[in-house]
């Protein structure tokens, strides 16, 4: 979508055309598909009236085609093609590249191979939109500053030998950069600070780069993505380097406040922002980390070598964050008491293995993926954070499981949502003498349930790390009026055991087929033999049964982003009024 847009394609409004027409669809992991004899039809279209003259399609997708113009004369020109698209393979023919230096229209360049540095240098390309490289040999993309006015994404990935990013001057309209496993890679260009039209950075496995220019002018920045830099954040690196100079410390000498950008950059907080020599803070050893805000919405720092010392020296000031992972890091103590937050919903702090508590979480927050944790003993006061509904805790300490679910069910996510606890070798309590060792459970309605209780929990105890369950509610006429089907039932050994507790509320069934019946029931299916149950959950007040407004908020809670593109819970109309739901569990730790 992101690359069909940048080359002026409108995808919003054309995708949702080409899925009317059953000309494509999208999978359930978000990628685009045809029917083969669609794709067909395109390559014939592409190939047209010249099948044999590759040179005169408008985009070159097979290796036997671009061997074949790279054969031709090195003056040859090829107006006519507008993309390239080619995996990885070795070209026979050298640099001898005429592809690349020689496609005056190009728009978009997808190629994982080795190509040349003078052909990136000397081809023309103001028309091009999409630069995405893999698997690059040389030191540097190009010298100097190139002028590519409608360049909007770069990628660049596993540049195991670039030593320094371009100048970024030339390239004002760049919206997407991400550099990903340039093992050798040791300067950010400072320019990148001034693409005012900048949204999404991201620079990862990048094991060498030990300093980031100041993020100065973009204004939409959105994303900010620092994973695997495990020097960008040395701060007792950084503080022995610039003790003994101070006045080489790179900060933003403009003395003026940025009002609509993102300021990132490793300084002495009491260094002032001129041309004077910076004075020393009373505290030697307390070089801070600062994030100066205004619209970004997601910071990504896993896997940092994060410390105490970063984060308690941390001053992030950034009221529209909503995404923050900070996995893999090495601090004890995350205290959200000087991190100012108040939007954040989603925090991930899987593998930070030394991590020993949080405190003072937002109100604000909706997930909490803490998987890894082995050292968690406690998330602290919970009881504030009413929009929370995402909760887990595999293969570490479930510190307070029993705890975290009642604060949870005492949320604004019970009438409307769902709610979702995931836990290591722990089952809460109200279940522990409950569970039935069967991969099937049914739960019976009483006459009065749509009056007494908002919604259901299940619960399953198994082995598997991703079960998979499904949920099925039916109308049945039952001659008896057991609450629960007591039969097998026993208390599990809990040590290398996952329990996974679920909340559907009624109120998010309310545009189904569900309806007002006394004689409705909930079957639970698990894909093997596993623990479960299933319980009624009661309201909290009469005032409980009308519809409260919080379905509107909860709505943006990440369920799509949590399971890779799928939503936690699906649910289908099923045949005889019956209601189908789908629990998609984590594949694994979530990302």
Not at 77 to 94: C, K, R, S
Not at 375 to 389: F, P
Request: one cysteine or more; a negative charge.
């Amino acid at each position: 979508m992101e690359i069909l847009d940048a080359c002026g394609f409108h995808p919003v409004i054309g995708v949702k055309v080409l899925i009317q027409k059953a000309l494509i669809t999208i999978s359930e992991d978000g990628e685009f598909d045809m029917h083969d004899l669609v794709q067909e039809m395109g390559h014939h279209i592409v190939r047209g009236e010249h099948p044999n003259n590759p040179e005169k399609h408008s985009r070159i997708w097979k290796k036997e085609d671009a061997i074949k113009i790279c054969s031709m004369d090195a003056t040859t020109e090829l107006d006519m093609i507008e993309a390239v698209g080619l995996g990885f393979f070795v070209f026979p023919l050298g640099d001898n590249l005429p592809l690349v230096a020689n496609g005056k229209n190009l728009r978009w360049i997808q190629w994982q191979c080795d190509i040349a540095i003078h052909l990136l240098s000397n081809f023309p390309q103001r028309t091009l939109c999409c630069l995405i490289l893999g698997s690059g040999l040389q030191k540097q993309l190009w010298e100097g500053n190139k002028f590519l006015p409608n360049l909007k994404i770069i990628e660049l990935w596993s540049f195991h030998n670039l030593i320094v990013t371009p100048d970024f001057c030339g390239l004002p309209n760049l919206e997407r950069f991400i550099l990903t496993r340039c093992f050798y890679l040791e300067e950010i260009h400072p320019s990148i600070g001034r693409l005012e039209r900048l949204v999404f950075l991201r620079i990862a496995h990048c094991p060498r780069l030990e300093m980031f220019p100041p993020i100065t002018q973009p204004k939409k920045l959105k994303t900010l993505e620092f994973s695997s830099c495990p020097k960008l954040f040395n701060i007792s690196e950084i503080q022995k380097q610039n003790i003994d100079n101070l006045g080489n410390l790179d900060l933003d000498n403009s003395g003026k406040e940025v009002e609509s950008s993102m300021e990132c950059c490793l300084e002495e907080p009491s260094l002032p922002r001129n041309n004077m020599k910076p004075c020393l803070h009373d505290n030697m050893n307390h070089i801070g980390l600062q994030f100066f805000f205004k619209d970004i919405r997601k910071l990504d720092l896993s896997f940092c070598s994060l410390g105490d010392e970063e984060i308690f020296s941390a001053d992030w000031e950034l009221p529209n964050l909503e995404e923050l992972n900070l996995r893999g890091n090495d601090f004890s103590l995350l205290s959200f008491s000087r991190l100012k937050l108040p939007r954040l919903k989603l925090l991930n702090v899987s593998y930070c293995q030394g991590l020993v508590e949080m405190s003072e979480l937002p109100s604000s927050i909706a997930v909490i993926l803490a998987d890894s944790c082995t050292s968690l003993e406690s998330c602290g006061d919970v009881s504030n954070c009413k929009w929370l509904w995402n909760v887990s805790l595999l293969f570490g300490n479930s510190c307070g499981g029993d705890i975290l679910l009642h604060s949870m069910l005492q949320g604004n996510a019970i009438q409307d949502h769902f709610i979702i606890v995931i836990l290591e070798s722990q089952i809460p309590k109200e279940f522990e003498s409950r569970l039935f060792r069967r991969n099937t459970f049914t739960l019976h309605f009483p006459d009065d349930w749509y009056n007494d209780f908002c919604g259901f929990l299940i619960c399953v105890v198994t082995e598997d790390f991703s079960p998979k369950i499904n949920i099925v509610i039916k109308q049945g006429v039952i001659n008896y009026y057991p609450f629960w089907l007591m039969s097998n039932e026993v208390e599990p050994e809990s040590d290398g055991m996952r329990t996974f507790v679920g909340y559907v509320s009624f109120g998010s069934l309310r545009h189904t087929a569900f309806s007002n019946s006394s004689s409705t029931m909930i079957s639970v299916y698990t894909s093997i033999d596993s623990y479960v149950v299933a319980k009624l959950v009661p309201r909290k007040s009469k005032a409980q049964v009308q519809t409260t407004k919080f379905a509107t908020d909860l709505s943006e809670f990440y369920e799509q982003e949590l399971n890779y593109g799928e939503p936690t819970f699906t649910i289908q109309d099923g045949p005889n009024s019956s209601i189908n739901i789908i629990w998609q569990t984590p594949q694994s730790s979530r990302a």
